[in-house]
């Protein structure tokens, strides 16, 4: 039998399969050696260790090639799951830094109340489902003891704050006009129904009130030529019109036909009622930013009747119209707690409404609460921005009330807020019955703090008119002093019956968005952190296989030279007995 040298023995470790055929040649050799051996007691049991340990010779060496075919897979396999988490991990740490640290996510919700031309927003604009209508709150002041105090008997004028009356309110837009440069032009449309069950009077009931339309005229006649001037002066004379009159309270909101605003003195109308005008379509347009543009001048005013200043105040400052609808605002604002500039219109000028505080609302919805200055209407000695207000007046006015007789095509209006709030007590002086308060009478507004529109509050104003005695009124109003103000009415505008839907809707913007927004935000850094984990296990579990497998070649070199070359040395033992 020839017997395997050592050159061989090295040739055969470059094959795995050559390496099995001569262990196995060698183990067979071997077992039919010790069946001819079974008479020697002493080499029997050597060679029966020899062949155990050929065995396991055998046994190790298929185990190790086999492991080597094994582990080429297994290696490509990790890899591929390599390949996936890495791919896992650089779209979460994207996603981690969009979520973290840009707008991205809120950008794209606030994109959804851009106004764009026949999108759902903005037909939802255009023509909102009437549960969201607001409610037109009036109180008017009645003149309770006007022929005692001219009489003399009483010291004071007493006004009674009777009401609220109180009105649905739909606003449409009309007139609507998509322009080039991302601004849509448009005119509101009012129409109201009165809701007696929430009203603490009735329209019909009589009040005693100031003859507006004959205080107005003695203001207006001093503007006409000389002729027209003496005319009128001898037919309103004519009248005997008395300076105070009784109307109903609709008559004096929505309208009567007046004989001295039918002179038509710079009225154009026959008819007069102080909500008059806010019936039906406005006369006013408007044009606004749709925000498609640039999100942060959305809703921002742009032209107020065609022009982009106003021609009433003594500046451009006070004449700019820059504020907002106050029915949305620009969302990124609420960010930075800024003024919020409100252009309203029955001011035609703006005001600005200031962060309060943080509020939670209608069972824990949080909004954030904005109300207007105390010092919107002082005098610019205590509000130096105001400077500009007063200066189409021959004096300026004490704080608390504005003269918007430019606004009101010359009839001496002067707005303020109700009840004359933080106005300077000797407006009010001579009157019973005004009592400011900050909850009853301050202008607020909780906004929406992702997207920026009212949820709830309450827009507050008080019409009053200024005695100017002149030609008509100099034997009329002899007890009232000249330049009196007047109190008319005050109206409070706010956010309508919330209904379930109404809360559910609200609850979803607030609490659903944030949740969707908390769930990506955290979600992509536990996606970043697991999978960068696995990536860092993965290579390390690759290397120890790696290691593991260099160290079996390394075994295998040195084990099958030395099986092989005791397979050779008990194979020169068996011919050696044979002999």
């Known amino acids: 039998m020839q017997i395997i040298d050592d050159q061989e023995s090295h040739e055969i470790l470059g094959n795995d399969e050559t390496v099995k055929e001569h262990l196995t040649n060698c183990n067979n050799s071997q077992t039919r050696s010790l069946s001819r051996k079974s008479s020697l007691n002493v080499s029997r049991n050597s060679s029966k260790e020899n062949v155990v340990q050929k065995q396991h010779l055998v046994t190790t060496v298929f185990e190790l090639t086999g492991i080597q075919e094994k582990e080429g897979s297994k290696e490509f396999g990790t890899l591929i799951l390599l390949g996936v988490m890495l791919l896992l991990f650089i779209i979460s740490i994207t996603g981690f830094f969009i979520m973290w640290f840009t707008e991205y996510y809120n950008d794209t919700m606030l994109s959804q109340i851009i106004l764009k031309n026949d999108s759902e927003s903005t037909k939802n604009w255009m023509n909102p489902n009437p549960k969201y209508d607001t409610l037109l709150k009036v109180h008017i002041f009645n003149y309770t003891n006007i022929d005692k105090y001219f009489a003399g008997i009483d010291d004071k004028i007493k006004v009674e704050d009777i009401g609220p009356l109180t009105y649905k309110e739909h606003t449409t837009k009309v007139n609507v006009s998509f322009n080039n440069n991302y601004t849509v032009t448009f005119r509101d449309h009012r129409t109201y129904q009165f809701l007696p069950e929430k009203s603490n009077c009735e329209e019909r009931e009589i009040f005693v009130l100031p003859n507006v339309p004959l205080i107005s005229a003695s203001t207006k006649i001093e503007k006409i030529n000389i002729f027209k001037k003496i005319m009128a002066i001898k037919i309103i004379n004519a009248y005997d019109e008395g300076a105070f009159k009784t109307l109903t309270a609709h008559e004096f909101l929505w309208g009567y036909r007046d004989r001295i605003v039918s002179l038509d003195i710079g009225t154009g109308s026959s008819h007069f009622g102080l909500l008059m005008n806010r019936n039906g379509t406005s006369v006013d347009s408007l044009q606004i930013n749709t925000g498609e543009d640039d999100i942060r001048k959305f809703s921002i005013i742009t032209q107020f009747n065609g022009q982009p200043l106003l021609d009433f105040w003594a500046d451009q400052k006070c004449n700019r119209v820059d504020g907002s609808d106050a029915s949305m605002f620009p969302p990124h604002i609420l960010n930075t707690r800024e003024d919020l500039q409100v252009f309203l219109q029955v001011l035609c000028r703006k005001i600005p409404l200031s962060f309060e505080k943080e509020v939670t609302i209608l069972n824990n919805i949080d909004a954030f609460r904005y109300r207007t200055p105390l010092n919107v209407f002082s005098s610019p000695e205590n509000n130096p921005e105001n400077e500009c207000y007063c200066h189409n007046t021959q004096v300026c006015l004490p704080s608390g009330v504005i003269n918007a007789t430019k606004c009101y095509n010359g009839a001496p209006i002067f707005p303020s807020f109700p009840h004359f709030f933080s106005g300077d007590p000797k407006i009010y002086k001579d009157f019973d019955g005004i009592m400011p308060s900050r909850e009853l009478h301050q202008t607020y507004a909780d906004i929406h703090p992702r997207f920026a529109f009212p949820i709830s509050g309450a827009s507050r104003i008080q019409i009053n008119i200024a005695v100017h005695k002149g030609s008509i009124l100099k034997n009329k109003l002899d007890r009232i002093k000249e330049g009196t103000i007047l109190p008319l009415i005050w109206i409070e505008i706010t956010s309508g019956d919330f209904t379930d839907e109404i809360i559910e809707n609200l609850y979803i913007s607030t609490f659903g968005l944030n949740a969707i ?63």
Do not use: D, E, M, W
Not at 527 to 541: K, Q, R
Not at 544 to 571: D, E, F, M
């Open 517 to 579: 927004q908390y769930a990506l935000k955290y979600g992509t850094l536990f996606a970043c952190i697991i999978s960068f984990a696995l990536i860092v296990g993965g290579f390390y579990n690759l290397t120890q296989k790696r290691r593991q497998h260099a160290l079996s070649k390394t075994y295998l070199r040195l084990a099958i030279p030395n099986g092989l070359n005791r397979c050779k040395k008990s194979r020169n033992q068996t011919n050696h007995f044979q002999l």
